[in-house]
């Protein structure tokens, strides 16, 4: 890949991602380096991705942030920028960005930038219920940032000032409702399984009961999902569906915990 001199490595996490990495790798062209992590994608992510000039690491094992760590081991450029394969650099951000790593803004000290996205889900842009602003901590300077962790929710460490970015990143989330389902069964496995390693109290009608209303406020009485029309109010009450099915897996491994220790009594 051609140099460009903007001194940035893009690091995409990509697995089956035929739909989506065209657009994202095209988004991010400008940079110096795309490094591509992919989780032995069965469709044509890999050949899309090296067609457009990406380096391709096979990396299927591991969480979230052990692959966005194998990015930051590989890189070789002064600042890292983290796209997922759904997201997508406006020219706007990309000339903001440009103008941080040429130190086109020596007043600034950070030494990484939490971005703003704007969520597109079920094809229409969300502006309440919580999803905008969104920051995600996305673009670092690599002498300054030491790994990410977290299985689930993984946050960047680093040793510096943290800046925010003005220009929003475009994020198409969820087309439609059998991809967030999809999405939701992976995600509450993990999610019910930390839960119960960090020993969560036993759950009960009134934890679920609790639990599922405090999510139901936040989304549609603090952040007025109903604002963004029914596409709001559907991701709305979703977003508490997933809650409970998190929950009802945390209840099913602590009842068949106590089935086994039952057993062994």
């Not at 739909?19 to 795309?34: A, F, Q, R, T, Y």
């Not at 940032?145 to 000032?161: K, N, V, Y």
């Not at 993990?190 to 839960?195: D, N, P, S, T, W």
Request: aromatic share 10%.
């Amino acid at each position: 890949m051609k140099s460009k001199k903007y001194l940035i490595s893009a690091i995409v996490l990509t697995r089956n991602s035929e739909d989506l990495i065209k657009d994202c790798l095209g988004s991010i062209s400008w940079v110096d380096e795309i490094i591509v992590i992919d989780s032995e994608s069965k469709d044509k992510t890999v050949e899309i991705a090296k067609k457009l000039g990406a380096k391709i690491i096979n990396y299927p094992k591991g969480t979230f942030s052990d692959k966005r760590n194998k990015g930051l081991e590989v890189a070789r450029r002064k600042w890292l920028l983290y796209v997922d394969a759904d997201e997508r650099v406006t020219p706007q951000l990309r000339k903001e960005i440009k103008s941080i790593v040429k130190g086109q803004r020596s007043n600034v000290k950070a030494v990484a930038y939490a971005i703003p996205r704007r969520n597109f889900i079920l094809g229409k842009e969300m502006k309440h219920g919580g999803w905008w602003p969104d920051y995600v901590k996305r673009l670092f300077l690599k002498s300054r940032f030491r790994m990410w962790t977290g299985e689930l929710h993984e946050e960047p460490q680093f040793e510096g000032e943290l800046g925010h970015l003005k220009n929003p990143l475009i994020h198409k989330k969820h087309d439609n409702l059998s991809d967030m389902v999809d999405k939701t069964n992976e995600w509450s496995e993990i999610e019910a399984r930390l839960m119960y390693k960090a020993g969560h109290p036993q759950m009960n009608v009134a934890r679920f009961l609790s639990a599922m209303f405090r999510e139901f406020w936040l989304r549609m009485i603090r952040y007025r999902a109903f604002l963004d029309g029914g596409e709001g109010i559907i991701y709305a009450l979703y977003q508490v569906y997933s809650r409970f099915i998190s929950y009802a897996k945390l209840w099913e491994m602590q009842l068949k915990a106590q089935s086994i220790r039952q057993a062994q009594d």
